[in-house]
């Protein structure tokens, strides 16, 4: 059996084809288009369905996929009637009128219920559902189902309307962590009633032709992107751990955290694992800043230029996107950068650190998994193996664990064994002024306002 993962991401679009012993066996990617329509940055939703329905004929057609499986970043709702939206889908990173947000701001549950912070933008996406209700009711009215984003990929390709909860989990105001169940705010605007049925995610929720042939693939009920990734390693049984997903965001999930460690004003909260269950985590717009801070730079960082950034105490200062541990600061370089290269050195070294501070405050001890593609060539996960030496630091065999988490999940679901790769245990880096390096950045951000620890480095 081969399986195809569509992995919706906020920049980079993919598809993959997974075979029963994990491998992947064929890929195609693209950039989803965020246009202006009526003054509002929506999905390009054609565009991509056309690239999307194209390249999952390509693979039924080339490799016999028997299943089609959705894993999406979050942040993210559709509305749709029977057959089609009711309104284009909203791009998270746009803020609403003050006037409006002051209004819906106010009908936003507590922390202490759903765990989730009040974060800016779309961050949580039942203020975007509030802001879109204010300013489009008719499509509100109109909508007989309110999705997540990969429901409402599995519902555009042949499923049925479903929820799933680790997407209304994903610190979006809709969901009550404790007690398993939607938030207040659901019930208080009459929005229960469009929500469907729940369904595990990997669930088969329909069937579709596909390819040359009309070969039947079934369809299965999508996931949350980053706890695909922390269902990859799980499945596993590698015993209690921390894991780091890479992309635009980096996510930190430690299950073992206690709940009421989580501080609701440096982008903690709680997401929702496959099978509801808690996992606090932390997160920052970490691909997002990096490219900010290399200035878009592409392929492999030499040891050299690495070392050459720290040795000159050239480093980035938080923060460079909305969210993240450390808000409400703008982002700078303290010191002069050489080169371009040097230039990227400093920004992965801002993840690393970023992370390592993001370790400390969701208090991982155990093993941590580094995964996604701001470790490729696993530098990133060998600079925090250095900078955490108390830990055991290991990383994906692959660095596309939201997609093999997803892949997982849908050959479970039809009772097929997958064998995905263990992750590799990590070696630290040897850069003798590393930890020097993070002292000085960790006492630079205190001398800004900015907490610089919650329990010390390991």
């Known amino acids: 059996m081969k399986v195809a993962v569509l992995d919706f991401g906020k920049t980079n679009s993919k598809l993959f084809v997974f075979g029963q012993d994990g491998r992947i066996l064929d890929e195609r990617r693209t950039s989803p288009d965020w246009i202006r329509k009526e003054g509002l940055s929506v999905l390009d939703e054609a565009a991509l369905h056309d690239w999307a329905l194209d390249v999952v004929n390509e693979a039924v057609d080339g490799h016999g996929v028997e299943g089609l499986m959705v894993s999406g970043h979050g942040c993210t709702f559709a509305l749709v009637d029977d057959v089609a939206l009711t309104h284009p889908i909203l791009d998270y990173e746009q803020e609403p009128p003050a006037e409006i947000a002051a209004r819906i701001d106010r009908r936003i549950p507590d922390f202490a219920e ?44 042949g499923g049925r309307a479903v929820s799933e909860v680790s997407y209304l989990g994903c610190h979006s105001h809709l969901w009550a962590p404790r007690r398993r169940d939607f938030s207040s705010l659901v019930d208080a605007e009459g929005w229960r009633g469009r929500m469907p049925a729940f369904a595990r995610a990997g669930a088969v929720i329909g069937e579709r032709r596909f390819g040359k042939a009309g070969k039947p693939v079934a369809i299965h009920n999508g996931v949350h992107d980053s706890n695909a990734a922390l ?188 064998a995905a790769e263990t992750p590799e245990p990590v070696r630290a880096t040897s850069f003798k002024g590393l930890p020097g390096y993070r002292d000085q950045w960790r006492a630079l951000i205190a001398g800004r306002g900015i907490a610089a620890s919650a329990g010390g480095a390991q």
């Open 231 to 418: 269902h990859a390693y799980r499945r596993q049984q590698l015993g209690p751990l921390t894991v780091v997903s890479t992309g635009t965001w980096v996510i930190v999930l430690n299950p073992d955290c206690p709940l009421d460690a989580l501080d609701r004003d440096r982008d903690m909260l709680v997401n929702v694992d496959v099978d509801g269950g808690p996992v606090p985590t932390i997160r920052f717009m970490g691909g997002r800043e990096f490219a900010t801070i290399s200035g878009n730079w592409q392929g492999a960082i030499a040891p050299a230029a690495i070392e050459r950034a720290i040795d000159a105490s050239v480093m980035a200062l938080p923060s460079f996107a909305p969210g993240g541990p450390m808000p409400g600061r703008t982002g700078e370089i303290f010191g002069r950068v050489s080169d371009a290269e040097e230039r990227a050195a400093v920004a992965l070294l801002y993840v690393a650190l970023m992370v390592d501070l993001s370790l400390d405050l969701i208090r991982s001890r155990d093993t941590v998994i580094v995964d996604g593609g701001l470790n490729a060539g696993g530098l990133l996960a060998g600079l925090l193996a250095a900078l955490r030496p108390g830990q055991s630091f290991m990383q994906g065999a692959t660095l596309e664990g939201s997609a093999t988490g997803a892949a997982a999940l849908a050959f479970e679901s039809v009772g097929r064994e997958f």
């Open 114 to 157: 759903t765990f989730s912070p009040r974060l800016p933008l779309g961050f949580n996406y039942g203020r975007h559902m509030l802001w879109l209700e204010q300013v489009e009711p008719g499509a509100f009215a109109a909508a007989k189902a309110i999705l997540g984003y990969p429901q409402y990929w599995s519902w555009r390709f």
